[in-house]
């Protein structure tokens, strides 16, 4: 199970490859799927659109604020959920019985759980975000240096970091309670809901607990604000600003330790 990681990733590659040509070979289906991942996502940044139409601002923040936030949201969750969309179909795999085979393979469990198959809306997810983010980027009054550029791409790691992190923690619930939806439904909204938006417009509690309880804020609401150049909106210091990236890959680790942990759990049907 204890592969080096070179050879895990030419796996997951493979597994993945294999997964995509699967789901490729219904066209019709294939289609479809992408352009309702395009037109779900999309449909986010037009109400956001609608709505500062009407007014000047969000909390100070302008329709190109919200906008580069927005993108930048959408680009974390698109990096996070292409190689880990197949954990939301967990439950499933611990209710038939199936994910017993994962415990007989001499290959990491998660490894083969998130390389099972491909769901063809992501793909739609990351056309919207490369899309939006590229229009984003350059409607941004975004001072660029090379430190800012690097955090960028720190960030954009480390966002999809913190959100996939959260989800693979509802996923271990799979263990015990067999089914997880209506917990991986919330968790989708409350990301969609709140981390779209400036989270201070929220109020002092929703952002303490956006920030410190689930880390919505550092997904894109804290590393946008240092990026656009308005710390001054966060609750958190600067520096821990700067940061955001790393707590993102802490969330990650903690999530994975806790995701083996629970698989203590898993009860085959066998039993």
């Known amino acids: 199970m204890n592969r080096p990681f070179k050879e895990s990733l030419s796996l997951y590659w493979t597994l993945q490859k294999a997964a995509l040509r699967a789901e490729t070979g219904y066209r ?38 919200v906008a580069f936030l927005y993108s930048l ?39 083969q759980v998130i390389t099972g198959r491909v769901r ?48 693979l923690l509802v996923s271990a619930l799979s263990f015990r309670f067999l089914h997880t939806w209506s917990a991986h439904f919330l968790v989708d909204n409350v990301f969609l809901l709140f981390g779209s938006y400036p989270l201070h417009i929220f109020g002092t509690a929703t952002t303490w607990i956006l920030t410190w309880t689930v880390p919505v804020a550092f ?24 940061a955001a990236p790393a707590i993102g890959f802490l969330w990650m680790y903690a999530a994975y330790r806790i995701w083996v942990r629970q698989m203590r759990h898993y009860q085959s049907t066998g039993t």
């Open 73 to 111: 949201r959408l680009l974390a969750h698109a990096v996070w959920i292409v190689p880990f969309n197949q954990v939301y179909a967990l439950d499933e795999l611990v209710r038939e019985g199936r994910f017993d085979v994962y415990l007989l393979r001499p290959l990491n469990p998660l490894l």
């Open 219 to 242: 997904v894109a609401y804290v590393p946008a604000s240092v990026l656009l150049g308005r710390t001054g909106d966060l609750s958190v210091s600067p520096v821990l600003a700067w």
């Open 28 to 65: 019709f289906n294939f289609v479809l799927l992408v352009v309702m991942g395009i037109v779900y996502q999309g449909s986010g940044i037009a109400f956001v659109w609608v709505i500062l139409s009407q007014f000047d601002s969000i909390g100070s923040w302008t329709f190109s604020d």
């Open 120 to 167: 063809m809306n992501i793909l739609g997810d990351v056309i919207t975000a490369v899309t939006m983010f590229g229009f984003a980027v350059t409607a941004a009054d975004v001072d660029w240096t090379p430190a800012k550029a690097l955090y960028l791409v720190l960030a954009v790691l480390g966002g999809a970091a913190a959100e996939g992190a959260v989800v």
